[in-house]
Every structure is written in C-alpha cells, then in structure tokens.
C-alpha cells in the first residue's frame, strides 16, 4: 500500500509557535487597551465630579 508524502511537523511546529505569539501579544494589546480606557474613564469621572458646584 502506499503512503502519502511524509509529513512536515517541523514547518507545523514553527507555524504553531508564531500563531500562539500573535493570540498573546492581541491578548496583551487588549489588557493594555482596557488599562488605558479604564484610567482614562476615572479621571475624566474626578473631572466631571470636580467641576459640579456644591449644592448647599
């Protein structure tokens, strides 16, 4: 019976290994995102509380 060509796992390997970088550094670029918007959203809450006058 013959057989198929002879696999390339190590070609597979490398490719594998660049995919699962790239999903971590979308993942990390995602946390950074969150981060960022986070501490933007809460300072400009300060701002907005800041700039209400007091009501007496």
Known sequence: MA???EKNTK???????LLNRKKAKL???KKEK????KV???KMN????ND???ES
């Open 34 to 37: 969150t981060a960022r918007l």
């Open 46 to 49: 300060q701002q907005k509380n």
């Open 11 to 17: 070609n597979k390997a490398l490719h594998t290994k």
């Open 27 to 29: 993942q990390e670029e």
């Open 40 to 42: 933007l959203v809460t």
């Open 52 to 54: 209400q006058p007091l």
């Open 3 to 5: 057989k198929g060509p």
